[in-house]
């Protein structure tokens, strides 16, 4: 006898056709969960184009609709896309009643997500599953002196969620000394790719320099000032030229992302042997790019003193097989994921001064570079469909009512 096919409502403020990092975690979900009964739909933000319910940030949803948008524009210190909330839990009530949902997943940040499961299961006692892309309290991105009510919602959501989603190991570590009583609730799901996408091939090598990119958003203290003065320092010193390298940032940045390497910034694209596209690319640009680059950069330095969490550019970078150049704090989830993943790397942390960061960085850009095929072992771990899979059995252990 077949397992009984159950129904599952995911809240993902971010979802294809958007190309954002946080659209590729629910958009696996939703592809392999059915394989294993796990029936899915879908609210989402922005235009149809998907197979979800698109709702508008700007949806009327009466006077709900009108309270968050003047609390998100007068009273929040963060935008947490709060006026997508009461059109989200809207729609969301509707599927409900024609399809009749099992439980429910959230997806976050922004957290929206959470607020609009939150409110989705109180009102329907749907069992809630909550998802944490990246950490809520003690987020460095996050951090102010007012209003600050990071630790409270935290408190909240880790009480009525039925299961907790930890997108590595090191987010949970933090959990359980934060929330000890919580630690049943609590599972790692890391982040992954789709088996079936084929990372995009190699381009034919053309004349010109070698190029190094970075394919992302640069924020908080994700900031290209150490690359950058250690490349002014190997450019200054004529250990490379324009003839042969060249380093591309292509992705949106914000306004402070080079203050302590403006004059870097500026030598640098002078010498041409730097190009900033502060842009978000579309993903067929985006994968012709990344497949024409000799080296891939990611910058895992979302706080001054330490990182719990990957990048998912570090998954679509290793399926590559491309050689990588990372900035991890030592012992980071991203530097262990590297080490394993099969592909050259060349592994740099911040406490590393500019002449020892020049040094390697020139070693290793020397060497012959190759591609190479990621490991059994990051193959195995990372699958989206395996991770979907043993997602699907805890979700089932909900809807049972094993989790408390």
């Not at 059915?34 to 739909?41: K, L, R």
């Not at 524009?73 to 059109?87: Q, S, T």
């Not at 630690?183 to 070698?210: C, I, M, T, Y």
């Not at 330490?306 to 998912?312: A, H, K, M, N």
Request: charged letters at 25%.
């Amino acid at each position: 006898m077949g397992l009984k096919q159950l129904k599952l409502l995911i809240f993902a403020y971010h979802y294809p056709p958007a190309n954002t990092s946080g659209a590729a975690r629910p958009a696996r979900f939703a592809k392999f969960l059915p394989e294993a009964g796990i029936d899915c739909h879908v609210v989402a933000c922005g235009a149809a184009g998907g197979n979800a319910v698109y709702v508008d940030d700007h949806s009327p949803a009466g006077w709900r609709g009108w309270a968050a948008r003047v609390a998100q524009r007068y009273l929040l210190p963060v935008n947490e896309r709060l006026p997508w909330v009461p059109g989200a839990v809207e729609a969301a009530e509707k599927l409900h009643g024609q399809h009749g949902f099992d439980a429910v997943l959230s997806t976050a940040p922004p957290l929206a997500s959470h607020l609009a499961a939150m409110a989705f299961e109180r009102r329907t006692g749907v069992p809630w599953i909550a998802d944490f892309r990246d950490p809520l309290a003690r987020n460095a991105t996050r951090e102010r002196r007012f209003f600050n009510y990071d630790r409270w919602l935290e408190r909240r959501i880790f009480a009525r969620a039925r299961l907790l989603l930890a997108n590595t190991d090191a987010l949970a570590e933090q959990w359980a000394g934060d929330h000890p009583g919580a630690a049943g609730k609590v599972r790692v799901v890391w982040n992954g790719f789709d088996p079936e996408e084929l990372p995009p091939a190699a381009a034919v090598r053309k004349s010109g320099p070698k190029v190094m990119l970075h394919a992302g958003y640069l924020y908080g203290e994700r900031r290209p000032e150490m690359l950058l003065k250690a490349l002014a320092r190997l450019a200054r010193a004529g250990a490379v030229t324009a003839r042969e390298w060249k380093l591309h940032l292509m992705g949106p940045l914000q306004e402070d992302t080079f203050r302590d390497c403006e004059a870097e910034r500026a030598f640098l694209e002078g010498e041409g042997l730097l190009e900033v596209t502060g842009r978000l690319v579309e993903r067929a640009e985006a994968a012709r790019v990344q497949a024409a680059a000799d080296v891939l950069v990611l910058l895992d330095l979302p706080e001054k003193d330490r990182s719990i969490q990957v990048p998912g550019k570090l998954f679509e970078y290793v399926r590559t097989g491309q050689p990588i150049v990372a900035w991890s704090h030592e012992g980071s989830p991203a530097m262990r994921l590297l080490t394993m993943s099969g592909v050259e790397a060349l592994c740099l942390t911040p406490s590393m001064g500019v002449e020892e960061t020049a040094g390697r960085l020139s070693l290793f850009l020397s060497g012959p570079l190759e591609r190479r095929a990621m490991s059994e072992e990051f193959r195995m771990a990372f699958d989206g469909r395996r991770q979907s899979h043993a997602l699907a059995e805890e979700i089932r252990a909900v809807v049972a009512g094993g989790r408390a």
